[in-house]
Every structure is written in structure tokens, then in C-alpha cells.
């Protein structure tokens, strides 16, 4: 099972739904079962750390982003990866403007497929500390469902 999550920059969101989701896995003992990777629809932030605050942000909530780096997303992550999960319905058009016809992996929103009361994990970059505390509270129900959703499929 592998597993990629998209963001716009893939240095707030996306890293943390990739830290957040890998402690949960490893937690289920699915750790070396499942691959779990994150990239970004632009190419601004290529080869950085996540951004500060999100790194401080989950670094309270026991997640280390620290040794994450930025890439792009590509065509062949759509062979490469089973489930591509996009955090809001810009990254979901901008995916599927690039996604190969006959592409085998699948493409959703990520809070939706879960049905958690939301469609998107808002953008906190132009945000404060509080916009990177909703993205957490946000990403670890999704991560929660997700983890369930593999642990039926595998
Ligand atoms: P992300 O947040 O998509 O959650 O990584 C952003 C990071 C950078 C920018 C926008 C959103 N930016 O415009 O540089």
C-alpha cells in the first residue's frame, strides 16, 4: 500500500499529514507495509524543510517533520503511488490536470473521503499558530480514518 498526500507547497500541510499518518502506522505495527510519502503542486519550495511553525507545531504533538524535504509532484507519482490524497479542492484540479489517462492510482480529497464534517485542511501559511493547530486537529482525525481504511484493505 503506498500513499502520497498533496498540498500547494508541501512544506505545511502535506508534511504533516505524512508525519501524522507515519506515527499512526508504525503505532498499527503497519509501518514497513505501508509507504508514505507527500509532495506539493508547485515547485517554490523544492528541497526545504517544513516550514517552522509546522514543525514546531507538531513537534508538541510528538511529530518530528524535521528530516521531511519538499519535491514537486509528478506524472509518474500516479504508478507510483495506490491512493494520492489532495488537502483542498485546488490541489484536487491542479492533480487532475496532470494525471496520466489510465493512471492506476486513486485520487480523492482527503477529508472528504472520510466524510469529517469538512472538504479542505485550510491553507495556514498567511496564517497564525492557530491555523497550524486546526491543520493538526484536522489531520489527525483523517489520519485516524485513513489507518481503518488500510487495515480493511490489507
Ligand atoms: P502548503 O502551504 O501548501 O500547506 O505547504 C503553503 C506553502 C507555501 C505557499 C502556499 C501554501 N506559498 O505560496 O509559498
Not at 3 to 21: K, Q
Not at 62 to 73: I, M, N, P, T
Not at 93 to 107: K, M, S, V, Y
Request: net charge neutral; hydrophobic share 40%.
Amino acid at each position: 500500500m503506498r500513499v502520497l498526500f498533496v498540498c500547494l507547497g508541501n512544506i505545511c500541510r502535506s508534511p504533516t499529514a505524512e508525519g501524522v499518518f507515519r506515527q499512526r502506522a508504525y503505532a498499527a505495527g503497519l509501518g514497513e507495509r505501508i509507504r508514505i510519502d507527500s509532495a506539493g503542486t508547485g515547485d517554490w519550495h523544492v528541497g526545504k524543510a517544513p516550514d517552522i511553525r509546522a514543525r514546531q507545531a507538531a513537534r508538541r504533538r510528538g511529530y518530528d517533520l524535521d528530516a521531511l524535504r519538499a519535491r514537486q509532484v509528478c506524472r509518474e507519482d500516479f504508478s507510483r503511488f495506490d491512493l494520492i490524497l489532495a488537502m483542498d479542492h485546488g490541489n484536487l484540479r491542479d492533480l487532475q490536470a496532470i494525471r496520466p489517462a489510465g493512471a492506476a492510482g486513486e485520487l480523492d480529497l482527503y477529508l472528504r473521503r472520510y466524510a469529517l464534517g469538512e472538504d479542505e485542511v485550510p491553507d495556514p501559511y498567511y496564517a497564525g499558530e492557530e491555523g497550524f493547530e486546526r491543520v493538526l486537529d484536522l489531520l489527525e482525525r483523517a489520519g485516524d480514518e485513513l489507518l481503518a481504511e488500510i487495515r480493511r484493505r490489507l
